[in-house]
């Protein structure tokens, strides 16, 4: 979600280097933006300052109406189910006065929380979606509305709601220039591979293009968005003016991950990241400065926009506001080290002068820790999310391993106890079964040994259950 009165101008390619400040993107380097959209009931113009360029995909670039490269930057709210109250456009005029940003995405869950397809008041979720767009159009900036599945992670699953509510959408904005669509955010699960998607995606395609044949679409793929490479050998038909996206945790996602996203690029894939963070996949654990910056230097390479996780005052790694931020009066002391960062890294600003040290002593999460005796791998399971959904409980739970030994330690295998009976609904960097009230994780791909010293923290599961579950 982004703001600010017009700009003249947008950048050609955001120039992001933490060793050269300096170098950072400012707002003089934007470019001419020429098309005014317009109101849907009166048919004149929505504001002054929203003179935003139409865009679109050429091979692997966005271009702007005059052909030239464009790389915008911006920020995703935290689930608008969550969190409406920073779909707000004083939130987003200082991220774009403050931070750098040019692009808001507004995530709107369709399945957790009172989703959009679960029980969650339709209308009213609308009505945020179009403040959210007025508000960023009011602020000079582009808008992304984002089908946000989760939980939910084949797009099948809602593929007739979606389809409504795009075709209701884009006949809204048909026309307007600064409104971008995102039909799948993450699609993810073991029998969602990349013909499911392609097939939805096709088929929510039809009712965009019958509304507006020039709109800029967003299609996620496979494997939380990191299944590019797939949908480079199998493209999307008729689908216009498109970017496949790509998401990624700078800690847990690193070489393998940034070589997919290289090969694609390779192959002319217009690729688009609607979602980035330098924390774990979770959200959560420490930052990846160093990973972070080696993904920031390879899309200014490659000039492929990003979309930062969250604007969100919620107690986790990955929100850029520290909790008790009000949004309506947002300031730079309320940046937490991941809003410090990636300001940093937007604007080549450094805050942590003006920013006063972040309090993390409320934090609500619940951790346990014990001793495995069997390889002397320390074991913290951190409960960091719960929520409902039809009719069933979910619960994420993060899990770090630390081997205090003088010794490597291979072929582990953690077992978990709970309150109640439970199934997994996702997982994440290991091998992980539920059985009963039990939880076994295993290594799988990754962490196979751990290292005298090492810790390893982004192995990570969603349970589902009928009730409440805490571990024993």
């Not at 005014?36 to 360029?53: I, M």
């Not at 995405?105 to 679960?118: E, F, I, S």
Request: aromatic share 8%.
């Amino acid at each position: 979600m982004k703001h600010l009165r017009i700009i003249a101008s947008f950048p050609l390619a955001a120039a992001l280097c933490a060793c050269a400040p300096a170098a950072g993107p400012q707002a003089g380097d934007a470019k001419p933006a020429q098309s005014e959209p317009l109101n849907d009931t009166t048919g004149e113009p929505e504001t002054e300052s929203a003179t935003l360029s139409p865009l679109h995909a050429d091979g692997p670039q966005l271009m702007d109406d005059r052909n030239q490269p464009v790389v915008l930057q911006g920020y995703s709210t935290f689930g608008i189910n969550y969190k409406p109250e920073y779909v707000n456009e004083n939130t987003f005029r200082f991220l774009k006065e403050e931070m750098g940003s040019q692009v808001i995405r507004l995530a709107m869950y369709t399945a957790d929380n009172n989703g959009y397809c679960t029980g969650g008041d339709q209308e009213q979720l609308e009505g945020l979606i179009d403040k959210g767009v007025q508000a960023a159009v009011a602020t000079g900036q582009y808008v992304i509305i984002d089908w946000h599945i989760l939980s939910d992670g084949n797009p099948a699953q809602y593929q007739d709601q979606a389809r409504a509510f795009f075709q209701k959408v884009s006949r809204k904005y048909a026309g307007n220039p600064a409104v971008i669509y995102e039909l799948c955010n993450e699609p993810n699960g073991r029998d969602v591979t990349w013909p499911v998607v392609k097939f939805y995606a096709e088929a929510v395609i039809q009712e965009i293009r019958a509304n507006d044949k020039n709109a800029l679409i967003l299609v996620g793929t496979p494997q939380w968005d990191q299944a590019e490479t797939e949908a480079g050998k199998d493209l999307l038909k008729d689908a216009g003016n498109m970017m496949y996206t790509v998401h990624f945790y700078a800690a847990t996602h690193k070489d393998q991950q940034r070589q997919d996203l290289s090969t694609a690029y390779d192959q002319k894939l217009p690729m688009f990241v609607s979602e980035f963070g330098i924390t774990e996949a979770s959200g959560n654990g420490a930052l990846d400065e160093q990973s972070g910056q080696t993904w920031i230097d390879l899309l200014d390479q490659d000039k492929i926009s990003r979309v930062a996780w969250a604007t969100s005052d919620k107690d986790e790694a990955s929100s850029i506001f520290r909790p008790g931020t009000n949004p309506d009066s947002p300031s730079l002391s309320d940046l937490t080290e991941w809003g410090q960062w990636l300001r940093k890294a937007y604007t080549g600003k450094d805050t942590s002068e003006e920013k006063d040290s972040q309090d993390t002593s409320g934090s609500s999460e619940k951790t346990a820790e014990l001793k495995s005796g069997d390889n002397e791998l320390e074991v913290s399971l951190r409960q960091s999310n719960t929520w409902n959904s039809d009719g069933m409980v979910f619960a994420q739970f993060d899990l770090t391993l630390t081997n205090h030994s003088d010794q490597p330690v291979t072929g582990w295998s953690e077992v978990l106890n709970f309150t109640k009976e439970v199934s997994i609904d996702q997982s994440w960097n290991g091998d992980i079964s539920a059985s009963g009230n039990t939880v076994t994780v295993k290594p799988g791909q990754y962490h196979a040994t751990i290292q005298a010293g090492e810790s390893v923290k982004d192995i990570g599961f969603i349970v589902k259950s009928d009730g409440m579950v805490e571990q024993k």
